[in-house]
């Protein structure tokens, strides 16, 4: 939705009155525009908040003008009563706020989640701030800092977070977990949403929230704060109870998801803890903005051993990946043989390189890396695997001790999205929108052959590579988006292989989360009700919906079709 002039008018004057950095001029709003996805949607203007403060002082002001426009200034509990009233009737309706609050970090988002047309919150160039115990392994970032400075640091005494991505060198920690963000240490390790910690929030209110780890006294002393904050908590906790089978629905066969409010991650029944963070990892800034995190970090193995394994068969993947798993991989990654083609175009010493490992029959690699304390160790458990390889599945792996060779494959691998995205002919572009699919690796014999029958019927091109070990799998599809047709092609393989993957027992979205490209789908993967408690959540913390609108929730194909590139 866009600002309406007046609105537009009345916040430039406010952010120029309070000295704000920030800027409408065309080129920033050029690149903000843009981000990893399909889309293009322009802001009307990008800010650069120095300090908590002023996002607080922001999102009052907003909250004042929306309420404002809705007729409801100084009527607070109207508000209140008619939300709580349509919660009730269990048909919650979203308002569309005339101006609108999203951020933006490195711009790596796969699905156009930091894309908006309202205003843009960048962090990065002041919010950037961060301090690593190594002693407790922990980490507090502001949400400006890329993850790289981040890694740099933490490379010093041999830690790393586990959810960085294969976009590490240039993404930023706020959209890793505004995306719930996972890649090769992952399967180890745990996404992003296993090792955070609690979060530090600004609401719709333009009060600053910690969430973070409670326990059951802690709980009940929360829900009877009579404020916003107790607000929340009784709300999220009449949710919890409402929906308690739609909840527990929400846990399924696979260790990863990125789509919807993760409120099954929220309340550990034997324990009794409660958390909200979870619901804020993967929300895409939907339910406010995360200015800091606290951050669990691991510690780097000493030795590492790379199998490398041709495979010519995709039927043979459910028992290769078993063997795999089987001893305790620290990364299993895959690439395909179009994946490469394209990777000759960009990186062709490296792609060179990979090839001598592929025969005219491969179709795919495999990286298989195991970790341990000393290089016997590793040794021995990659040798055996390899013969284990051989023997069962008829497959050869490559014990991979050049460097060279080690750094081109997983260069290839880390480049895959890239390449795909940058290998443009004509009109013809890799649109992620299925790109983040994930299911239980046992159910592979029955997915591979079938989505390649999905794509095969509609003549659609792929290149597929991802975190396959957990059952993450990237494929990019091929489409010409000069067609008038586009939107209905992309919609129609979107329904298709997502029925697929919600039969089998998967996820829609892994860890690239919904934004404009899943959003529209949320409801016919989870069902109404389910949906219907997202929207819940939306509105117990965004009544206004002035954060990050028509993500997760009041998604359309109308908004793809508004927004896809078209050359």
């Known amino acids: 939705m866009n600002i309406p002039t007046d609105s537009l008018q009345t916040m430039l004057a406010f952010l120029t009155e309070k000295k704000y950095d920030f800027t409408s001029d065309q080129s920033v709003l050029d690149l903000h525009s843009r981000d990893a996805s399909a889309f293009v949607v322009r802001p009307k203007v990008v800010v650069y908040p120095r300090n908590n403060i002023e996002i607080r002082i922001l999102a009052k002001k907003v909250n004042e003008l929306e309420m404002k426009r809705q007729g409801a200034i100084g009527s607070i509990k109207r508000l209140v009563d008619s939300i709580s009233q349509s919660l009730r009737i269990g048909s919650p309706k979203l308002n569309q706020a005339a101006v609108t609050l999203s951020t933006r970090a490195g711009g790596t988002c796969m699905s156009g989640g930091s894309l908006s047309t309202g205003i843009i919150i960048n962090l990065t ?7 690593v115990d190594f002693e407790a392994k922990m980490a507090e970032v502001e949400m400006g800092v890329m993850y790289r400075d981040l890694e740099a640091e933490m490379l010093t005494r041999n830690l790393f977070f586990s959810g960085y991505t294969s976009s590490k060198d240039i993404c930023g920690v706020g959209g890793m977990i505004g995306n719930n963000s996972s890649g090769e240490k992952s399967i180890l390790y745990g996404a992003t949403i296993d090792n955070v910690e609690s979060v530090d929030v600004v609401l719709s209110d333009g009060e600053i929230y910690t969430f973070g780890p409670l326990s059951p006294e802690e709980f009940v002393s929360k829900r009877s704060k009579d404020d916003a904050e107790g607000q929340i908590y009784r709300k999220i906790g009449k949710i919890i109870q409402q929906y308690s089978r739609e909840i527990q629905a929400m846990r399924r066969p696979v260790p990863k998801c990125a789509s919807g409010y993760r409120i099954e991650r929220v309340y550990d029944k034997e324990t009794g803890m409660l958390n909200l963070a979870p619901l804020f990892v993967g929300s895409q800034s939907t339910l406010g ?19 490398a394994m041709p495979v010519a068969s ?10 795999i798993m089987a001893h305790k991989p620290e990364s299993v990654e895959t690439f395909d043989v179009n994946t490469l083609n394209s990777a000759q175009k960009f990186k062709p010493a490296e792609a060179g390189l990979v090839r001598t490992l592929f025969s005219a029959e491969t179709e795919l690699m495999i990286l298989a890396e195991f970790a341990g304390d000393t290089i016997e160790e590793v040794h021995d458990v990659a040798e055996t695997v390899r013969v284990r390889m051989q023997a069962d599945c008829m497959v050869s792996p490559v014990h991979v001790t050049d460097m060279l060779l080690y750094q081109a494959l997983w260069t290839i691998r880390r480049s895959s999205f890239g390449v795909m995205r940058d290998d443009v002919q004509g009109t013809n572009h890799a649109i992620p929108c299925i790109e983040d699919i994930i299911v239980p690796i046992r159910k592979f014999d029955v997915f591979i052959p079938e989505l390649i029958s999905i794509l095969k019927n509609r003549n659609i091109k792929y290149g597929f590579h991802g975190h396959i070990g957990d059952g993450a799998l990237r494929v990019i599809p091929i489409f010409d988006v000069s067609r008038p047709d586009i939107v209905r092609q992309i919609s129609e393989l979107c329904k298709a292989v997502f029925k697929l993957v919600h039969k089998l027992g ?23 009700r389910t949906y219907q408690m997202f929207v819940e959540i939306k509105n117990a913390f965004d009544p206004l919906n002035i954060w990050n609108p028509n993500k997760k929730v009041g998604g359309s194909i109308a908004e793809i079709e508004k927004y896809i590139i078209r050359k």
């Open 289 to 307: 903005i995360i200015t800091k995190a606290r951050l669990r970090l691991n510690e780097s193995r000493k030795a590492h051993a790379l199998l």
């Open 314 to 323: 995709l039927s043979k993947l459910p028992g290769i990946l078993q063997i």
């Open 506 to 528: 998967g996820n829609m979205s892994a860890d690239h989360s919904d934004g404009i490209i899943r959003s529209p789908f949320l409801k016919g993967f989870y069902g109404p």
């Open 125 to 131: 160039k002041y919010m950037n701030a961060f301090e």
